[in-house]
């Protein structure tokens, strides 16, 4: 896991650290979740809250969380931060191996649709050079070499 300074001299947005923190402060606050079973619940309702906590540790790491969030800020045309999940995409768990090619591809959109070609020309060259070729990434990377990505 990156350390919290990595993520703020990055430029993550702190937004995703607040919600990252108010997620877990309303999962271990909420009294349906953590109530313990001596406030009447039956026993076991405590389970529920390490469950999310385990979900949400294996999560900080998942390269396909990161890259799912970055497709759909994108869209959205939150470049920055699609930009900043891409990143941590790249720096995740790699699994599954696709979301290396797919983010740099993600990111080479971002250059050029924010008119910094030699940039996306490099992150262009970075998906190639994973070899991946899954959903034809390698195929995609090709042609936004030799043509910018444009929004549809």
């Given at each position: 896991?990156?350390?919290?300074?990595?993520?703020?001299?990055?430029g993550?947005?702190l937004?995703?650290?607040?919600?990252?923190?108010?997620?877990?402060?309303?999962?271990?606050?909420?009294?349906?979740?953590?109530?313990?079973p001596?406030?009447g619940?039956?026993?076991?309702?405590?389970?529920?809250?390490?469950?999310?906590?385990?979900?949400?540790?294996?999560?900080?790491?998942?390269?396909?969380?990161?890259?799912?969030?970055?497709?759909?800020?994108?869209?959205?045309h939150?470049?920055?931060?699609?930009?900043?999940?891409?990143?941590?995409?790249?720096?995740?768990?790699?699994?599954?191996?696709?979301t290396?090619?797919?983010?740099?591809?993600?990111?080479?959109?971002?250059?050029?649709?924010?008119?910094?070609?030699?940039?996306?020309?490099?992150?262009y060259?970075?998906?190639?050079?994973?070899?991946?070729?899954?959903?034809?990434?390698?195929?995609?990377?090709?042609?936004?070499?030799?043509?910018p990505?444009?929004?549809?």
């Amino acid at each position: 896991m990156l350390p919290l300074n990595f993520h703020l001299r990055s430029g993550f947005p702190l937004l995703f650290v607040t919600v990252a923190i108010l997620t877990m402060s309303v999962v271990t606050a909420s009294p349906s979740v953590a109530q313990t079973p001596s406030q009447g619940l039956p026993s076991g309702c405590d389970e529920p809250i390490s469950v999310y906590s385990k979900y949400w540790e294996s999560i900080q790491q998942s390269s396909l969380a990161k890259y799912r969030l970055a497709e759909s800020l994108f869209m959205q045309h939150q470049y920055q931060a699609s930009a900043n999940a891409f990143r941590f995409a790249l720096h995740g768990d790699g699994d599954p191996s696709w979301t290396i090619a797919w983010s740099y591809i993600g990111l080479g959109k971002i250059f050029d649709v924010t008119d910094q070609r030699e940039r996306a020309l490099i992150e262009y060259q970075c998906a190639i050079k994973t070899n991946d070729n899954t959903r034809s990434a390698l195929d995609e990377a090709q042609q936004l070499l030799q043509r910018p990505y444009e929004l549809p």
